[in-house]
């Protein structure tokens, strides 16, 4: 899946401002890293529905070499069917996942959504892909991100209310409910599948 060309331009500008801005000492540099900046969120202003002002908090919220943000989902399939979420801020349904914590690995990270989003005790089991979000979604996200997708074994647990999902239930791939696609796709779901139904599965990798 091919990526807008003024997306990829608008991150690219965007990194080389903020590797600028960080390292750079030179106040003549630093005034041409900034006008580099603004060309990015220009851009992000003129070709996206997102307004100046969240556009403009995103970049002072980045500091630092700009790096990928990491996506984590947990796959748990019982009799083929596969445990979804209903995401509050679309009302579509997900996987249970999230942005990466800091000081916690993959796995943990993983455990804790599914505890989070879902109610449920699991155990990851099979590390299914690590993916480039912008080669399976085409939408004009700012961000690169990096998703972890993680079959695991369901241990206990029941839904409960929480600040991000307002319902779980299990389907089947030829039942799917509305996707909410920038979280996770249909051909994604499908790697969980394949993971569960063949041993020799390798973890696909972009």
Same mark, same amino acid.
């Given at each position: 899946?091919?990526?807008?060309?003024?997306?990829? &331009?608008?991150? %690219?500008?965007?990194? @080389?401002?903020?590797?600028?801005?960080?390292?750079?000492?030179?106040?003549?540099?630093?005034?041409?890293?900034?006008?580099? $900046?603004?060309?990015?969120?220009?851009?992000? %202003?003129?070709? +996206?529905?997102?307004?100046?002002?969240?556009?403009?908090?995103?970049?002072?919220?980045?500091?630092?070499?700009?790096?990928?943000?990491?996506?984590?989902?947990?796959?748990?399939?019982?009799?083929?069917?596969?445990?979804?979420?209903?995401?509050?801020?679309?009302?579509?349904?997900?996987?249970?996942?999230? &942005?990466?914590?800091?000081?916690?690995t993959p796995q943990e990270n993983v455990i804790k959504e599914a505890?989070?989003?879902?109610?449920?005790?699991?155990?990851?089991?099979?590390?299914?892909?690590?993916?480039?979000?912008?080669? &399976?979604?085409?939408?004009?996200?700012?961000? +690169? @991100?990096?998703? @972890?997708?993680?079959?695991?074994?369901?241990?206990?647990?029941?839904?409960?209310?929480?600040?991000?999902?307002? $319902?779980?239930?299990?389907?089947?791939?030829?039942?799917?409910?509305?996707?909410?696609?920038?979280? @996770?796709?249909?051909?994604?779901?499908?790697?969980?599948?394949?993971?569960?139904?063949?041993?020799?599965?390798?973890?696909?990798y972009d």
């Open positions: 899946m091919m990526e807008k060309q003024w997306l990829v &331009w608008a991150r %690219e500008l965007q990194s @080389i401002a903020q590797s600028g801005l960080t390292y750079c000492k030179n106040d003549y540099d630093l005034e041409r890293y900034r006008e580099i $900046e603004k060309l990015s969120r220009e851009i992000l %202003e003129k070709h +996206t529905e997102v307004s100046p002002e969240v556009i403009k908090d995103y970049y002072q919220c980045e500091k630092g070499y700009l790096t990928p943000k990491v996506d984590v989902r947990g796959g748990i399939i019982v009799e083929n069917k596969i445990l979804m979420v209903r995401e509050k801020i679309d009302g579509r349904w997900s996987l249970p996942g999230g &942005w990466a914590d800091v000081n916690r505890f989070e989003e879902a109610g449920v005790s699991v155990k990851p089991t099979r590390l299914v892909a690590l993916l480039d979000r912008s080669k &399976w979604v085409q939408d004009t996200c700012p961000y +690169t @991100i990096y998703k @972890i997708l993680m079959l695991c074994d369901l241990v206990d647990g029941d839904f409960k209310c929480n600040a991000e999902t307002t $319902e779980s239930g299990f389907f089947s791939m030829d039942q799917l409910p509305p996707l909410s696609q920038g979280r @996770i796709t249909k051909d994604q779901l499908a790697l969980f599948f394949e993971a569960y139904q063949n041993p020799d599965y390798h973890p696909v």
